[in-house]
Nanobody, 135 residues
Framework: EVQLVESGGGLVQTGGSLRLSCAAS????????IGWFRQAPGKEREGVSC????????YYTDSVKGRFTISVDNAKNTTYLQTNSLKPDDTAVYFC????????????????????????????WGQGTLVTVSS
């Protein structure tokens, strides 16, 4: 069974950090784009970050640049989102998702990252983990 399972969410004060994990089963990240999304209460889901499992290229939405870092451990088939300098606006349910790189043509660059974040037909989704940042 193809599956993603997130963990690592919790309650943290403003300025704090959390490391979110997303473990894959049933497939490997080598040929996938993997990303993180978040959905705050009353808001639409938005793409936060993504990474090519093939070459490690990373992309971030402007609101998290310099504060969040996405990474992949192919040996553990796990992706991580290190979140630093957290703000109350970062409060949301965080989801990871994956989609075959073959869906994006010959390369995974920033235009392809935006396509990934449009999340229209991503192949695999996790169930989400809640991050709450208190002021």
């Amino acid at each position: 069974e193809v599956q993603l399972v997130e963990s690592g969410g919790g309650l943290v004060q403003t300025g704090g950090s959390l490391r979110l994990s997303c473990a894959a089963s049933g497939f490997t990240f080598d040929d996938y784009a993997i990303g993180w999304f978040r959905q705050a209460p009353g808001k639409e889901r938005e793409g936060v970050s993504c990474i090519s499992g093939k070459d490690g290229s990373t992309y971030y939405t402007d609101s998290v640049k310099g504060r969040f870092t996405i990474s992949v451990d192919n040996a553990k088939n796990t992706t991580y989102l290190q979140t630093n300098s957290l703000k109350p606006d970062d409060t949301a349910v965080y989801f990871c998702a994956a989609d075959p790189l073959s869906d994006y043509g010959r390369g995974f660059y920033r235009p392809q990252a935006y396509l990934f974040w449009s999340d229209k037909y991503l192949e695999v989704w996790g169930q989400g983990t809640l991050v709450t940042v208190s002021s």
